[in-house]
């Protein structure tokens, strides 16, 4: 529900102490309010109208894409002009690339032609590349410049800036050369040239480079701003760390998606409807309950075992020990290979120190698995052995065998995160039922 305070001044038609009180929380604050309050579309349209002009635009880039295009569609030409025009470019086009053909075109429409090709050289870079995320405005300096120069340089242009912090220095080609920081600018004399107190070492990323890899960056070296070069290293923008933000989620979102066998979506799960979340789930369980067939034609085939020294009981407990096991390694190994500790040549580095990790694990629970079965489940020596062997060995299986799969679909250039998980499960149950049944077979029988 939306807020009481706000409610009462909004029924009231107290818009003037509604706006003052607005204008005092965060942009994202009033844009999480209006999407929960669940608000008809005419309340949207007027609560949105009642904002001061100022937090109207940073309020509609926080909102949800279907809140975005109900209110494109109800404003003037005027109000969509004043919005766009206090928009940022990388969030111009973001909101673009979440609306309806229609929509874009009226946007488009009423912006001017500058905006509108340095929009569509953006929309034209692929989709999850580092020039879908950037935006163009920046702050650039010549290197013949003096520190004085430079200031008058962003008084007058800083304004309609992104960030001001970070100021990039080019060639009149526009060829990136260096860098230099406010922080730098300020503490240096006025007359002092902007190509001595450049740093020269600029950390860089090229337009086609994956969101993902610049995501990565930004973590390594704490950026809050990273220069977007093109193939001639001439400076076409930057990425901000509130864009790199947005990607650390949606990425994040994606990995946990695909290791619970769900193929990832583009839509808040509120906003997902049933057949859009049935068509998410259903492939990955379709094939997860063709191949456990495989687990059932091992039972089968083991079946006079399991009835005469009454094993079935054990299975489900050896099955959940050997899947979270291996679920364990999967997930350290698809960390590790996200934040860049391992690669697929460490295979034998990895195996090792998983073999002895399982080892560890598998004498702990071995022991109190025998003791279970004889104390608790008041069964024989030989079952004990039976149970215990079988959780030690599937241990050391599921652990080895899933460390590996992920380096495996990292070299093959599969996401580890989208086959690991669904094969690890398949495969270790199967496989922990062979050792749970050979080892039954050879010293029961």
Known sequence: MINEVIDEMYHKKEYAKLRDYLREMEPADVAELLTNAELEEDELIIMFRILPKELAADVFVEMEPDMQETLIKSFSDKELEEVMDQLYLDDTVDIIEEMPANVVRRILRHTDPELRRS???????PKDSAGSIMTIEYVDLRKDMTVLDAFTRIRRVGIDKETIYTCYVIQPDRKLIGMVSVKTLLLSNYED?????????VIYTTTLEDQEEVADMFTKYDFIALPVVDSEERLVGIITVDDVMDVIEQEATEDIEKMAAIVPSEHPYMKSSTLELYKKRIVWLLFLMISATFTGLIITNFEEALTAYMLAAYIPMLMDTGGNAGSQAVTTVIRALSLDEIEPADVLKVVWKEIRVATCIGLTLAPVCFLKVIVLDHRGMLTAVVVGLSIFFAVIFAKTFGCML???????GLDPAVMSSPLLTTIVDAVTLLIFFTIASNLLM
């Not at 929009?119 to 870079?125: E, F, P, Q």
């Not at 992920?406 to 093959?412: N, R, T, V």
Request: charged fraction near 25%; charge should be neutral.
């Open 119 to 125: 929009i569509n050289t953006v929309l034209h870079y």
């Open 406 to 412: 992920p380096l495996f679909g990292k070299k093959i």
């Open 193 to 201: 040239k902007i190509e001595d107190i450049m740093e020269t070492n």
